[in-house]
Nanobody
Framework: QVQLAESGGGLAQPGDSLRLSCAAS????????VAWFRQAPGKERERVSC????????YSADFAKGRFTISRDSGKNAVHLQMNSLKPEDSALYFC???????????????YGKGTTVTVSS
């Protein structure tokens, strides 16, 4: 069964760090571009970061640059999102998607996970 499963969300204080994981089952995630998205209640979905199929290729939204790092974990068939210096405005449902083509497929990602919730509050 093809599946993406996110983990690592939770409650954090401003300035804290969290590491989110996107684990794949049923397919080799290394052959896919993987993106992290987030959506806060009442707001549009935002693309956070993406790692391409070509080694070393990453893209990040301006709000993520310098704070969030995306990386592959081939041994676990997963992609991680390390989030540092968290802010209350980072609170959202974070979910990952995988695409066989690139980080910016015209048709959308091939697979999506259900997400993990991040809440940043003092």
């Amino acid at each position: 069964q093809v599946q993406l499963a996110e983990s690592g969300g939770g409650l954090a204080q401003p300035g804290d760090s969290l590491r989110l994981s996107c684990a794949a089952s049923g397919f080799n995630l290394a052959r896919y571009a993987v993106a992290w998205f987030r959506q806060a209640p009442g707001k549009e979905r935002e693309r956070v970061s993406c790692i391409g199929i070509t080694e070393g290729t990453t893209y990040s939204a301006d709000f993520a640059k310098g704070r969030f790092t995306i990386s592959r974990d081939s041994g676990k068939n997963a992609v991680h999102l390390q989030m540092n210096s968290l802010k209350p405005e980072d609170s959202a449902l974070y979910f990952c998607g995988a695409a066989a083509s690139s980080c910016f497929p015209s048709y959308g990602m091939d697979y999506y996970g259900k997400g993990t919730t991040v809440t940043v509050s003092s």
